[in-house]
């Protein structure tokens, strides 16, 4: 286990001083990941006018939710650090990429990673943070503007598909599993972290009901950018019923 010698006031500062200078922070793996971003959600919220909403933002609500690190992320980045074997040479896509923290580390495991977000503006903050975060001359994620309901990859491209906080509302929860159906290989899995919401409560169940195994192979309480929350993590797989979408 590492042990982290900086005091929680120590710790405390340096987040304060990142975070003015617009950067997130993150303890993964035993070091430090520092994260671009615009702002803070709460400023970006404060300062978005009915004229500055993106395009499509009265039918999609493209609020600026990527702008935040969630613990979800963590969580996930952190459980691919401790596994590496997991996306070791494995052909992975991030889902709702976000500042990309997950798949940074899942590239630093080995993983061939496509990351994808809705939003471009989130694509140039994450390829900042793999130039600032992986060695000079690594392999870094490549970065993607996508939509998953309508996924520009081959049906069965991803032996790992990761999420983190995909299913925040109830909407999501048919797009998201039609995208599982579509590009995950048919022996790969998907890691998705889900905080403990009521607004995602029942999504295993309903995805056990089209056929597909899901575990939890970690939960536990994370604390990230003033949230508290616990996080479970699901590894999912398919079953030998799977309802495929047509």
Known sequence: MTTITHSHDQNAAAAAQADAAGFVMAE???????????ADLESLWEAMGEGAAAPGWEAD?????????WPAAVLLARAIAA????????????????LGLPALV????GGRVLAFDYEPEALIYARRNAARNLAPGAPAPLFAAMDWRRPA????AAEVILGADILYERRFFEPVAAFLDHA???????LIADPERSVSAGACERLRALGWRIE???????AQSGQNMTVHLREITRGGNITRNT
Do not use: N
Request: aromatic share 6%; hydrophobic share 40%.
């Open 28 to 38: 993964v793996a035993g070091r430090t990941w520092m994260l671009e971003r615009p």
């Open 61 to 69: 609500e493209r609020l600026p939710y990527w702008v935040e690190l």
């Open 83 to 98: 596994r590496p074997e997991l996306v070791a040479g494995r052909t992975c896509l991030d889902a709702g990429c976000g």
């Open 106 to 109: 899942a590239a630093s495991c």
């Open 153 to 156: 990859v081959s049906q069965g």
């Open 184 to 190: 995950l290989a048919p022996a790969g899995r998907a």
């Open 216 to 222: 939890t192979p970690l939960t536990a309480k994370v």
